[in-house]
């Protein structure tokens, strides 16, 4: 059996681990996005963070391995295979394979479901403030039937100054 076939198989194993978190930490973070808990979403967003540094740890890993066993660091699953002999390791690469490509392709979808939820969240947010900001209309009359046209101009809820 290829030495270097089997560690390539270990480390797409840990990819497709850590894949797989990151897939229920976007389900997670649609649902906190949608309830608007932010202080959540900030610790999910920092796992987030620390899966992808893996990922990053094992790619030159998964290069070096392809390398010795391809000659070059990136190549097709396919093209790979080709160039083993053992028949379980090439079943084993294919299944680890196919299963990082659905989990990616599911993970591409749900985190453009997400952009789109915090694109929704942040344009809210600033109508929200674009209102509350601006300067209500003057009051043609005030308290008593007294006419103050000038009373209310220029105030809103919060202080321009600031």
């Known amino acids: 059996m290829n030495q270097n076939a089997v560690e390539l198989k270990n480390i797409l194993a840990q990819e497709l681990n850590v894949y797989q978190e ?8 649609t649902k906190l996005l949608v309830d608007r808990k932010l202080t959540e ?15 990053v740890e094992l790619e030159p890993l998964r290069q070096e391995q392809v390398m010795a066993i391809t000659g070059e660091p990136v190549v ?3 093209v790979l295979v080709d160039k083993l002999s ?3 390791i090439k079943t084993e690469l ?8 659905e989990i990616v ?7 453009d479901g997400n952009q789109r939820l915090a694109q929704v969240g942040l344009e809210v ?6 209102i509350m900001t601006r300067a209500p209309k003057p009051v043609t009359y005030g308290p008593g039937g007294s006419k103050s046209n000038n009373q209310m101009r220029g105030r809103s809820l919060f202080d321009h100054k600031a």
Do not use: F, P, W
Not at 22 to 29: G, I, N, P, T, Y
């Open 125 to 130: 947010a600033q109508h929200t403030i674009k």
């Open 22 to 29: 990151l897939l229920k930490l976007a389900k997670d973070k």
């Open 105 to 111: 392709e599911e993970l591409k979808v749900i985190n």
């Open 41 to 55: 979403l900030q610790a999910s967003v920092e796992q987030e963070e620390n899966l992808v540094q893996q990922l």
């Open 94 to 101: 294919i299944d680890i394979g196919s299963k990082l490509r």
């Open 76 to 78: 097709k699953l396919e």
């Open 86 to 88: 053992d028949e379980s």
